[in-house]
């Protein structure tokens, strides 16, 4: 086995893996409550709860100041963060984006990105709603009988449909 990764001895001398690791994927963000909105609408997402009541007893004992919240859409929030998740179920394992706030802004193209598999709906149907919300077409692509069109949601992250 590699190191690295977690492993259980079943007999001696003989390792199998462990359930694989469970992660986020983070976005870097101008706006991340914003973009999260977006996005939430977009994969048919919630975006996630933040507690106002634990906001404000994290700046009251100091750990935190007003100036490391905002409000937005009449709840306060961390400025810096927000995430969307598929459902409503509360668990550390659970799939995640988490939209970050940086101050610099995107300037060349992702290494990694989202594709979007949408079933049976109409590909030109979604592109088409997608642009009207903001996003913007990038280019088409085409490998053997696969075609896909590259996209930019609003603050120019690329993702494909």
């Known amino acids: 086995m590699r190191r690295g990764l977690r492993t259980k001895v079943v007999r001696k001398g003989v390792y199998v893996p462990c359930m694989g690791y469970t992660f986020q994927v983070v976005i870097d963000s101008a706006d991340p409550h914003v973009l999260a909105d977006w996005w939430a609408e977009t994969l048919g997402w919630q975006v996630e709860e933040q507690d106002a009541t634990f906001i404000k007893r994290m700046i009251a004992e100091g750990f935190a100041t007003d100036a490391e919240t905002t409000e937005h859409q009449g709840a306060l929030v961390w400025r ?37 598999r949408l079933g049976g709906d109409d590909p030109e149907t979604v592109r088409a709603r997608l642009q009207a919300r903001g996003a913007t077409v990038l280019h088409s692509g085409r490998q053997g009988p696969h075609t896909w069109v590259t996209l930019a949601d609003p603050e120019g992250n690329e993702f494909c449909v």
């Open 80 to 116: 810096e963060g927000a995430a969307i998740h598929p459902d409503e179920e509360q668990s550390p394992d659970r799939r995640r984006i988490l939209f970050q706030q940086v101050p610099e802004g995107k300037t060349v193209k992702n290494r990694l990105h989202l594709d979007l």
